[in-house]
C-alpha cells in the first residue's frame, strides 16, 4: 500500500517539483497544503501528491502555474484532456507499445532497434520532432502514473540518447555556422534535451560543441570568449531549480560577449520565461530552428 503522506524530498523527487517551487506555489496559491508532522516538517497527503502531477503535467505543457495550481483534480484532469494530444495523433499507438513491452523486459537492444528503424525511416529532424519529443512526454508520464520504474525511464533515455549521438557524429557538415556552445550548468544531470537540440542544429550545418552535464558558469564563459562561439545554448530539466537558473542565466548573460547569443530552454523554463534581456528563450526543442533562422537573417555573410 502506499504512503498516506509524503515529505516535500519525496514530492520533489516523485514529480520534478523543486522544493523552491513548492514553497513559492504554497505561499502565492495557497496550493499545495502540506500538513505537519511531529516534528514541524511539511508532509503531503496522497491527494495533493496525485493533484501535483497533474499540474506538473500541465505546465510541461506551456501552461503558466497561476492558471492551474489552484484548480481542482477534477479541473485539471478536463483541461490535460484537452491540452494533451492522444499518443496516436504524434505516434502510433504500436509503436508505443512496442516501447513500453522493451521497457517492461528490460531489452535495451530490441529498443535501440526500433529507434534506428525509426531514424531511418524519417530522418534526424522529424525524428527528434516527431517520434522523440513526443515519446519523451509519454514516458515521462509512465514513470509519474508509476506504470514504470525509474530504472526503466533510465534505460529508455540511455537508449535514445545512445541513438542521437551516433546520428550526430554521422553528420558530415564541418565548420558551418554558427558555432554553438552547448551545455547545462552545474547540478543538472539531465542531457537528453540538449542532445536534441544539437541533433537538429547539426543537420542544418551548424558546428555544435557539446561539454555534456554540469559546466560551472564562469567555464562557459571562459570557453565562449576564447572559442570563436557564436551562441551559447542551456537547457534546464523540470527537475531544476527554476530560481537557480534565472540567476546563472544572468550571470553568464553579464558575461558573455554581447556577440555571443544565449539561448535557453527545457521543460524547467516553461511557463516560467525569465525575463533577461538579450536571452532568447525556445518554448520547445523544435523553436530552435527558428532561433537558428533568425541568426543567419540577422548574419547574412557568415
Not at 500500500?1 to 520533489?12: G, L, V
Not at 502565492?28 to 501535483?52: H, N, S, V
Not at 528503424?117 to 522529424?126: D, E, F, I, N, P
Not at 528563450?281 to 532561433?291: K, M
Request: charged share 20%; net charge negative; hydrophobic share 45%.
Amino acid at each position: 500500500m502506499k504512503n498516506s503522506h509524503h515529505s516535500i524530498a519525496a514530492i520533489e523527487r516523485d514529480t520534478g517539483l523543486s522544493k523552491d517551487v513548492l514553497r513559492k506555489w504554497e505561499q502565492r496559491y495557497g496550493f499545495p497544503a502540506p500538513l505537519r508532522d511531529a516534528q514541524g516538517e511539511r508532509i503531503y497527503p496522497e491527494e495533493q501528491l496525485q493533484r501535483l502531477r497533474l499540474i506538473r503535467r500541465l505546465v510541461d505543457r506551456g501552461r503558466r502555474p497561476g492558471a492551474v495550481v489552484p484548480l481542482s483534480a477534477p479541473e485539471l484532469e478536463a483541461m490535460l484532456a484537452d491540452v494533451a494530444p492522444a499518443p496516436e495523433s504524434t505516434l502510433a499507438l504500436e509503436t508505443v507499445d512496442a516501447v513500453m513491452a522493451c521497457l517492461k523486459g528490460h531489452d535495451g537492444v530490441t529498443l535501440q532497434g526500433q529507434l534506428d528503424r525509426a531514424l531511418m525511416k524519417v530522418g534526424l529532424q522529424l525524428f527528434v520532432v516527431d517520434f522523440v519529443a513526443p515519446l519523451n512526454v509519454l514516458i515521462g508520464e509512465a514513470w509519474l502514473r508509476g506504470d514504470i520504474e525509474i530504472a526503466e525511464e533510465h534505460l529508455y533515455t540511455e537508449q535514445v540518447q545512445n541513438v542521437l549521438r551516433s546520428a550526430i557524429a554521422r553528420q558530415t557538415s564541418t565548420g558551418g555556422s554558427p558555432r554553438v556552445l552547448l551545455t547545462t550548468f552545474p547540478d543538472e544531470l539531465h542531457a537528453l534535451g540538449l542532445l536534441m537540440v544539437e541533433a537538429l542544429l547539426a543537420t542544418e550545418g551548424a558546428t555544435c560543441t557539446s561539454l555534456g552535464t554540469q559546466t560551472p558558469v564562469d567555464d562557459i564563459a571562459r570557453l565562449a570568449a576564447g572559442g570563436q562561439i557564436d551562441i551559447v545554448a542551456l537547457s534546464f530539466s523540470g527537475a531544476y531549480p527554476v530560481r537557480h537558473a534565472v540567476d546563472g542565466i544572468r550571470r553568464l548573460r553579464d558575461a558573455l560577449p554581447p556577440s555571443v547569443e544565449l539561448w535557453c530552454g527545457g521543460a524547467g523554463l516553461l511557463g516560467r520565461r525569465p525575463s533577461i534581456a538579450a536571452v532568447e528563450h525556445l518554448e520547445s526543442v523544435e523553436a530552435c530552428l527558428g532561433a537558428l533562422q533568425a541568426w543567419h537573417r540577422a548574419h547574412p555573410t557568415t
